[in-house]
Structure formats: structure tokens, C-alpha cells
């Protein structure tokens, strides 16, 4: 994906703290209008030798770096103020021009009042020298004199907890040992000004709590100002009253710390155009109340547990079958969801050299007649067989699937669900497969997983192409000799030939290309091919949508089911692509009130709270 990261100041909050009404404390910290300028090489020179010809001939060259353009902001006394921006943003090169490490290119900093700056702890000590000796070398680099540590020497080592190693040379330290010993150092003090940077995520938990509420003393008691850098959004939310947000040296919020971290849990580090993102702010803050009844989640540790969670929201009956796929492969467990439609069978997910504890455990549940392996033992080892048969408790039989290339499982699929589905009591009807078959290439994941309701349901079968405009014989002999009314073609030319479509249409196979702009134009197009009143495609609706994401679709891998089931369709979403986002709101827009219910698949890491709460919001406003 290309970066595409905004540095514009957003609409909101002003990004002048100067422009909003003084409220008589004292400004601890002037930053106005700063800009950092490094320059770098723009060749490497080995040696004194060729850096003094380059200069000669008035050929050394550098480049600028811009780490901060115009920045500005106060902070007044006693406000915990704190700097978010994703790496290489120029928080800490901000912090080094407030300690006074380094001087702006441009603008000015001026300072009320002594600091003790936590930029880089550890720095100023000498590791072949014990702790002792270095709480006092450290101690006098950052200006106190040793009458002052000795008399304060018991405090730092009791809050550091190294009496027992005072005498242990430091290079035998742990990092987090050394963070309690500089940490405790830089706080003996009372300072006017505290600077913090990143040092919070240093050490273990508890010491973690311990400093910050060591802070927290510095700050109610008295009143201390504080500066903090850290990427942890909760952190700074919670210890600081007011926030800047820094991206790539440039301010893009500035504004109370609730404001400003809310903002940046959604926008922060994201690739889109600025129409995005305003689309996707503008929805952040949109007064909508959304009720919990519009939103579920289904989610667990891994996809293998998301798979089991699935099968238990399909309620399926012990006794039957069910179709064991390899969780590591997208195309095989896509191309499962016909089969699961045809025997009405769930899906569940496995590793290649074992069954997880948690399929294991849905297995046993489900105790089936027959387990379905799909793919060869090149796929799923003959010890995925053993362990499912283990883990069922009565004697199931297992049946594989052969095949090691997509299109070999696909096409193995196909028959075996030709040749095994039987129908139930005598007089019914034996289930087959619908009329429409879909083929397409393997790495087509998202625009398959669009079409799992339809799969399901229809009982489409899925192939695969072997490469790219290539169809191997017994695949192709399928589909050129009447095999299926029609199919749908995922792809360009270039991955299904016209070629071969024309000796398809010439047995009297339709086709048609369902091919997007993109994944989530594709989604688009799929959903509304689904859903149009065309025949073939009643049953399937959007009044539930499956959120899911495209970059890490694993939880949806074996959704086939459960789409079919509760008449949902999916939509794609990818929540670092702002374009993503606000396509989705577009998409939920124009459909006018039609989505009642939102799924969302996977943990907070895919979707986050806010997240959720932005496309529930389009959907209330939808309506």
C-alpha cells in the first residue's frame, strides 16, 4: 500500500493553543511557530581524505530533513501535556528543543522554570562501574552535587529496589534495572518542568505503575508541569489534561487530550486521501447515539477459534459432517463454503501438522459421522487425520480431499461433492449443485470472500485457474461441456481467458466478469449483484453486514456458513485505508436504511471501538 499519511491540521480543536482564551496561570513552555532542519549527505565519504576534496571542489552536498515544521503550542503551569505522532514524527526532537539539547533552525522555545528532562534514561552511565558509583557519576551529570545524592542516596536506591545488587558491576543489569535506577535519579527532585519521553514503557509492569505514580505525586501535589511522549494512547489520555498530535513535523491537532487521542486512535499513522479522511472525521464526530443492539462481534485468539465460534452460532446438530480445512491456505477454506452448502456441513479450521485445542474441542461437540480433509498430505498431514479422528467420540469416518494446488482441490471438491451428497428420508430430493459455478484465481480472497453468502446458499462450486491465463484439461473438460448454466468469472483476462469462456458459451455456458476497481469496489459490486432481484439471487440481502478486514481476512475464512444462515452479506473494510473506510460509510449511505445489523469478525487490533462505532453511526444516520 503507498504512503499516503496526512499532515494538514484537521478541523477541530484549534491547532493554536495561542488563539484560545488565557486562563491566568503562568506558561511553563512557548514553542512558537519551531522548525527542526537536519541536514544529511546526500553521498557517503569514507574518509577525512574525501571530505576535504569534496569540499574543494564545492561538491559536498546535503539534503534537508525537515523534523519539525512550524510548530506551535503552551503549556501552562501545572497541565500534563502530551505529544502523540506515529515514529519518526519529530516528538522526541521536540522534547530535545524543550530540554534545551537542541536549538530550532527556526522560531523560538522559551522556558519558565528548571527541568529535569527523562529523554534517555540510561544515558551518563558507565556499565564496567558498580550502581553505586554510577548513581553518583549519573547524579553529577544531571548537576547535583554528591553532598545532595549521599543525602539523598537511600530514596533513590529504595525506589530503584537494587539494594542487593548496589556493588554488581551494571553491564551484569538488566535494561529494566537500569530504567529504575536513571528514573529514580531524574526524580529526586522536585522540578518545575518534568520531561518524559517513552520511559513509561520501559521495565516491568509494576515498575511501570510505580512511575507513574511517582508522576502523578509531582503533578497533585506539586504542581509540577509535565511534557510526555508516548505511542500508548490510553497513557497519555489518562495522565495528561491537554495533547498535540505530531505527524511528520507537521501539527495536525491540538486540543484537550480526550479530543486529540480520540482522534488519533482512528486517523493517526493512516494511509488515504484528505477526502477520506475528512469524510471518516467528520463521522468520529457525529452526534449519533447508536443502541448495543446494532453491533456484535465475533472474535477470538486465533482464526481457528473465530472458525469454532462460527459453527456454534450456525447451531448445528451432533452426528453430521464436517469439512476440515487448512487455515493457512485462503483459497482452499473459500472454496469449501459450496461444499458446506451442498451437505450443509460446517467449516472448521486446522493447521497443517495438527488439529488446535479449540477445533479439537468443536469436534468433539459436534462428534460427526464423517470429517471431510481438504487438500492432500502436502496440505494437512496424515497426523491432522489421527488427531480429528481422536477428538471425535464416536467412530467418525474420515474422508480427504486430494490435491495440493488450488485448482486440484477445487476440482476435487467439485466431484466429491457430486458423487457423496445423498438426500435424507426416501421421497426427498438429494441435494446438488446449483447451476452457477465461479472460477477464478488463487490470491482472488477478497471478492471470494464477498460471494461466500451466495456460495453457501447456491451451493456454487469454486475453481481455480493454475496460473495466470491458464486452465488446466480437467478442469476446463468441467466447464466446457455443460456442466453449469452459468459462471461467474473473477478476474481480468489476464487470470481467465476469453478464449476458453468462448468454448464455454459455445456448449451454452453464459458468463459474466465480476471484476472491481479494487477489493472494496469489488465488494460494491458483488454485494449488489447479490442482492439484485435478477434470478438466482433471492434470498441473499445486506440487512447484516459482516465487517471484515481484507489485509488480515482470516476470521473469515470459514464464515461461509454463518453468512448463509443469517442472510448477511460482507463488507470489506481495512481500517489503516482511510479510502476503505469512507467507502464503506458511501456504500452504507446509498443503501439507504436497508443495513439494520452490524458483525463485525475479528479483535480489537482489526477493529477497534471507535472503529465499530463510525460505521454504526452512518448506519443510524442511513435510516
Known amino acids: 500500500m503507498p504512503e499516503n499519511v496526512n499532515v494538514t491540521p484537521l478541523a477541530g480543536p484549534s491547532a ?11 506558561v511553563m513552555v512557548s514553542v512558537d511557530h519551531v522548525s527542526m532542519v537536519f541536514n544529511m549527505a546526500s553521498e557517503q565519504l569514507n574518509s577525512l581524505k574525501e571530505y576535504a576534496i569534496a569540499i574543494a571542489r564545492r561538491e559536498l552536498m546535503f539534503k534537508e530533513f525537515r523534523a519539525l515544521d512550524d ?38 522555545c522559551v522556558i519558565n522554570g528548571n527541568i529535569a528532562p527523562l529523554i534517555e534514561l540510561g544515558a551518563g552511565f558507565d556499565f564496567e562501574l558498580t550502581a553505586r558509583e554510577n548513581i553518583y557519576l549519573n547524579g553529577a551529570l544531571l548537576g547535583y552535587s554528591k553532598s545532595f545524592i549521599r543525602q539523598h542516596f ?18 551484569n543489569y538488566s535494561s529494566g534495572m537500569v530504567a529504575r535506577i536513571a528514573f529514580a535519579i531524574a526524580t529526586v527532585i522536585v522540578p518545575e518542568i518534568l520531561i518524559v ?15 507513574e505514580r511517582r508522576i502523578m505525586t509531582l503533578i497533585k501535589e506539586h504542581d509540577v508541569t509535565v511534557l510526555i511522549v508516548s505511542h500508548n494512547n490510553d497513557q497519555i489520555e489518562r495522565l495528561c489534561n491537554k495533547a498535540i498530535w505530531i505527524e511528520k513535523g507537521h501539527t495536525r491537532m491540538i486540543g484537550s487530550a480526550e479530543d486529540v487521542c480520540r482522534t488519533y486512535r482512528v486517523l493517526g499513522g493512516h494511509v488515504g486521501s484528505p477526502e477520506a479522511e475528512q469524510r471518516v472525521f467528520a463521522m468520529l464526530n457525529e452526534q449519533v447515539s447508536v443502541p448495543e443492539r446494532l453491533t456484535d462481534t465475533i472474535s477470538a485468539e486465533s482464526r ?63 462428534a460427526p459421522r464423517m470429517i471431510v480433509l481438504v487438500g ?48 435424507g428420508a426416501a421421497g426427498e430430493s438429494s441435494p446438488t449443485w446449483g447451476d452457477t459455478a465461479i472460477i477464478t484465481y488463487d490470491g482472488c480472497t477478497g471478492d471470494l470472500i464477498s460471494f461466500l453468502p451466495y ?107 454463518y453468512a448463509g444462515k443469517t442472510h448477511s452479506a460482507f463488507l470489506l473494510e481495512d481500517t489503516q485505508d482511510l479510502d476503505s473506510v469512507a467507502h464503506a460509510l458511501d456504500y452504507i449511505k446509498r443503501r439507504r436504511g436497508a443495513v439494520k445489523h452490524l458483525t463485525f469478525l475479528g479483535d480489537d487490533i482489526r477493529f477497534g471501538k471507535l472503529d465499530k462505532e463510525i460505521l454504526a453511526k452512518a448506519v443510524m444516520l442511513a435510516e
Not at 201 to 210: E, I, L
Open 455 to 561: 456460495t453457501f446458499r447456491k451451493k456454487t462450486p469454486t475453481f481455480f485457474v493454475r496460473e495466470h491465463g491458464v486452465v488446466d484439461e480437467q478442469t476446463a473438460d468441467i466447464l466446457r461441456f455443460g456442466a453449469f448454466k452459468h459462471l461467474l468469472v473473477l478476474g481480468g483476462e489476464v487470470h481467465v481467458p476469453e478464449a476458453f469462456l468462448a468454448e464455454c458459451a459455445a456448449a451454452g455456458t453464459t458468463f459474466e466478469r465480476v471484476c472491481g476497481n479494487g477489493p472494496y469496489h469489488a465488494n460494491e459490486l458483488i454485494n449488489d449483484l447479490m442482492t439484485s432481484d435478477r434470478p438466482g439471487f433471492d434470498g441473499i440481502s445486506i440487512d447484516r453486514l459482516i465487517v471484515t478486514s481484507v489485509w488480515n481476512p482470516f476470521d473469515a475464512f470459514a464464515a461461509g456458513a
Open 71 to 108: 510548530v506551535s503550542f503552551e503549556v501552562r503551569k501545572g497541565d500534563v501535556f502530551g505529544i502523540l505522532g506515529t515514529n519518526g514524527s519529530g516528538k522526541s526532537t521536540m522534547l530535545k528543543i524543550v530540554a534545551g539539547v537542541l536549538e530550532p533552525t527556526e522560531g523560538s
Open 16 to 26: 493554536d493553543t495561542k488563539a484560545q482564551p488565557a486562563d491566568g496561570r503562568p
Open 376 to 423: 492432500g498430505e502436502g496440505v494437512l498431514s496424515s497426523e491432522v487425520a489421527r488427531q480429528a479422528a481422536r477428538a471425535c467420540a464416536s467412530n467418525a469416518d474420515i474422508v480427504r480431499i486430494e490435491g495440493q494446488a488450488p485448482c486440484d482441490i477445487a476440482r476435487e471438491l467439485y466431484r466429491f461433492g457430486k458423487e457423496r451428497a445423498t438426500g
Open 154 to 171: 537511600d530514596e533513590i536506591v529504595e525506589f530503584a529496589e537494587i539494594d542487593k545488587f548496589l556493588d554488581m558491576p551494571m553491564k
Open 304 to 366: 481457528y477459534g473465530t472458525a469454532a465460534k462460527l459453527v456454534e452460532e450456525c447451531g448445528y446438530d451432533e452426528g453430521g459432517t464436517v469439512i476440515l480445512a487448512p487455515g493457512e491456505l485462503a483459497s482452499p477454506c473459500l472454496a469449501s463454503a459450496g461444499l458446506s452448502g451442498l451437505l450443509d456441513a460446517p467449516v472448521l479450521l486446522t493447521r497443517e501438522d495438527g488439529v488446535p485445542d479449540i477445533t479439537a474441542q468443536e469436534l468433539k461437540r459436534l
Open 197 to 211: 519521553d517513552e520511559v513509561l514503557s520501559v521495565g516491568d509492569f509494576m515498575f511501570q505503575q510505580k512511575c
